[in-house]
């Protein structure tokens, strides 16, 4: 059985920080990514890796504040965020595929439950 199990939301200030951890099981994954969703909005694209070519992708919103990455004995993702904003309140999913790594939410098949995000200002 394939999961993706995320951790690490929570309730912070502008300006502070935090680390996303999602944890697969089931099965081996090229592609991984977080993905985020607003009240109100459509699901955005924060950032993937290949887990074969180490290929990163960021969303230019959080382009060197976030860092994407991956411990392979644990079959673990992270997500850091830094110098977090009001506007990165949403909740976050983990989302996996066996293809390449996309900012395309219809490119993976595989996602997580979420984890909710709150920075206030």
């Known amino acids: 059985q394939v999961r993706l199990v995320e951790s690490g939301g929570g309730l912070v200030q502008a300006g502070d920080s935090l680390r996303l951890s999602c944890a697969s099981s089931?099965?081996?994954?090229?592609?991984m990514g977080w993905f985020r969703q607003a009240p109100r909005a459509e699901r955005e694209f924060v950032a993937a890796?290949?887990?074969?070519?180490?290929?990163?992708l960021y969303a230019d919103s959080v382009k060197g504040r976030f860092t994407i990455s991956r411990d392979d004995a644990k079959n673990t993702v992270y997500l850091q965020m830094n110098s977090l904003k009001p506007e990165d309140t949403a909740i976050y999913y983990c989302?996996?595929?066996?293809?390449?790594?996309?900012?395309?939410?219809?490119?993976?098949?595989?996602w997580g439950q979420g984890t909710q995000v709150t920075v206030s200002s």
């Open positions: 989302a996996a595929d066996t293809g390449r790594c996309s900012v395309l939410a219809s490119t993976y098949r595989y």
């Open positions: 089931g099965r081996t994954f090229r592609a």
């Open positions: 890796f290949t887990w074969t070519t180490a290929n990163t």
